[in-house]
């Protein structure tokens, strides 16, 4: 083998092991992004298994707090004062006033779930809408309503789930376009 011979397979060996580390270090980051991901799945889960566990013994759904199906909701810090009922309680055990534990929700019209914002959005675009897109559009349309990246993207993949949208992946972009009713 010639000195060139080798020196040009050196480069190539070169050339191939950077190669190998940059996507080493792309996949790294992906999983990071990912791990990342999970753990915050990971205590949303936590809560629910939480407030389920709290809420095992109720047979009445209709005595349940309500909470917004699309957003999560900051936790409320517990009361310090052993004499002090928090709203949970006191809706549990009913007011002593005779009000219905619904009266306080009267004033205040419900608000249309996440998904079914995210389909309306979706059903004036022909072609697929990263996830990203989505949420800024909503975020403009309706100020009021803050969710999350990631609650954008599981409401997106409850609705893949359902049948309702569908999902298209283009190299490492995950888009949506609305399921055509025929």
Do not use: C, W
């Amino acid at each position: 083998m010639t000195s060139q011979s080798a020196a040009a397979l050196r480069s190539r060996y070169v050339e191939q092991a950077v190669s190998d580390l940059e996507e080493n270090r792309r996949l790294q980051q992906e999983l990071q992004e990912r791990i990342s991901m999970l753990k915050q799945e990971e205590a949303l889960l936590g809560d629910i298994i939480s407030l389920a566990e709290r809420y095992k013994g109720f047979t009445d759904a209709s005595r349940l707090p309500e909470q917004p199906q699309d957003e999560r909701v900051a936790a409320r810090p517990k009361q310090a004062t052993a004499g002090a009922t928090s709203p949970r309680a006191e809706r549990a055990k009913g007011s002593s006033s005779g009000t219905s534990a619904k009266s306080g929700t009267k004033g205040k019209p419900r608000q249309p779930l996440l998904g079914d914002l995210l389909t309306k959005l979706l059903a004036k675009y022909d072609e697929p809408r990263l996830a990203k897109e989505l949420r800024d559009e909503l975020l403009k349309k309706h100020p009021d309503r803050n969710p999350t990246p990631q609650v954008v993207r599981n409401t997106l993949e409850s609705l893949v789930a359902k049948g309702r949208i569908q999902r298209h992946k283009q190299q490492r972009s995950v888009m949506y376009t609305l399921v055509k009713q025929g």
